[in-house]
């Protein structure tokens, strides 16, 4: 068997793209694909370095941000900006922040928060060292619950190989 990983941060339709499987975050897909779970539960987080926050101060609400340096993320084939996306007691706020920076990165978005350039909105396992260890500072965390991570997506009437089902089983996330 031959294993073929294209990442991108856009969501193909695999079957145009002629794969036999996708790997997008969250469990949303087309009404014809199957959705297996591959990894655990994943968090975002606002994040700061603390001289930032010793200059400006700590966001207390999501709607704060609009008084703060943020850093944006651009998804590099679709064009637009991410928007921070929050949620408590059931209530979901999409916030279009604003900022001198934007990169299509995450890296160069994580460099940019730790040289304490603004404020970032980051998968939580990018940034649990920098935490752990003092260097970023985690804001806002009673706004950003755990969402689906990572699964694994194919075409469900397409009858798969043997390997093709054996590779499933072996990626599927049993946490």
């Known amino acids: 068997m031959r294993v073929e990983v294209k990442s ?41 370095a603390a001289p930032y926050f010793k200059r400006h101060g700590q966001p207390r609400v999501p709607q704060d941000l609009a008084e703060h340096k943020c850093i944006n993320f651009r998804f590099p084939s679709l064009g637009g900006l991410y928007a921070w996306e929050f949620e408590k007691n059931g209530r979901e706020l999409r916030v279009r922040v604003d900022g001198q920076l934007i990169f299509n990165n995450v890296g160069l978005v994580c460099k940019a928060v ?34 689906p991570g990572y699964h694994l997506y194919y075409p469900s009437r397409r009858q798969q190989s043997p390997a093709f089902a054996l590779l499933v089983e072996a990626l599927r996330y049993r946490g």
């Open 114 to 147: 730790l040289d304490g350039l603004g404020l970032a909105f980051l998968p939580d396992d990018m940034t649990t060292r920098a935490v752990a260890d003092g260097r970023l500072i985690s804001v806002l965390n009673d706004w950003t619950p755990p969402f």
């Open 8 to 48: 991108e941060p856009r969501c193909t339709y695999i079957v145009e793209a002629r794969f036999a499987a996708g790997s997008p975050l969250g469990e949303a897909i087309a009404k014809d694909m199957v959705a297996v779970r591959i990894g655990p539960e994943m968090r975002m987080v606002v994040v700061g």
